[in-house]
């Protein structure tokens, strides 16, 4: 349940949220390789992307046409001007976790009271105001605390020896340090009275 939660429900509940087919793909594909039934919104997506396709080629467009056509059907094209693609949103969040988990890596090295040392020092790294750096730090914070108490509610944790909470995890190594950011929030939930 833990892995479900994770890396299929996330990414189902960001495509709903964004309407991003780059997260309906990654449910899809995380869905996949842990033997998980796929979302059915993830589903209906991929059965109306299978219906313009073979729309797209029962008419194929001319041959310099033919990427235009096909993101399009996927859903992966500018929506209008000044809409930026879903590439570029899916790229920015990956961004905005990054800079997060440098900030919480930053946080750890000087302590909780001196963080604003950390945001500073991310300011300068990312170019970026301290408070943009804090806003998306505390955003970040926030949804692992919400994740963390989702994953106790569930029952989803499993303890290891010393009672340090365990979660199977795979991915990048941003996805790693965020199960690692979530586990931490487990252990302080767990802690508090």
Not at 19 to 36: G, H, M, V
Not at 111 to 123: E, T
Not at 168 to 180: S, V
């Amino acid at each position: 349940m833990t892995t479900y939660l994770m890396y299929v429900a996330r990414y189902r509940e960001l495509f709903l949220e964004t309407k991003n087919p780059i997260y309906a793909w990654r449910a899809f594909e995380n869905a996949r390789r842990l033997k998980y039934p796929v979302p059915e919104e993830v589903l209906d997506y991929l059965l109306n992307v299978a219906h313009r396709i073979v729309g797209v080629a029962q008419d194929p467009p001319r041959p310099a046409q033919r990427p235009v056509a096909l993101a399009k059907a996927l859903k992966l094209h500018k929506t209008g001007a000044g809409q930026g693609s879903a590439f570029a949103e899916y790229s920015r969040r990956l961004q905005d976790r990054e800079i997060a988990l440098d900030t919480a890596k930053r946080i750890n090295y000087y302590g909780p009271d001196k963080s604003d040392y950390a945001f500073d020092d991310i300011s300068k790294k990312h170019e970026l105001s301290k408070s943009t750096v804090r806003r998306n730090f505390l955003a970040h914070k926030e949804r692992w605390c919400a994740m963390a108490k989702e994953l106790i509610n569930s029952e989803g944790i499993k303890y290891g020896p010393a009672g340090k909470p365990e979660i199977r995890t795979f991915g990048t190594a941003d996805d790693m340090r965020e199960a690692a950011e979530i586990l931490e929030e487990i252990e302080r939930i767990k802690a508090q009275p």
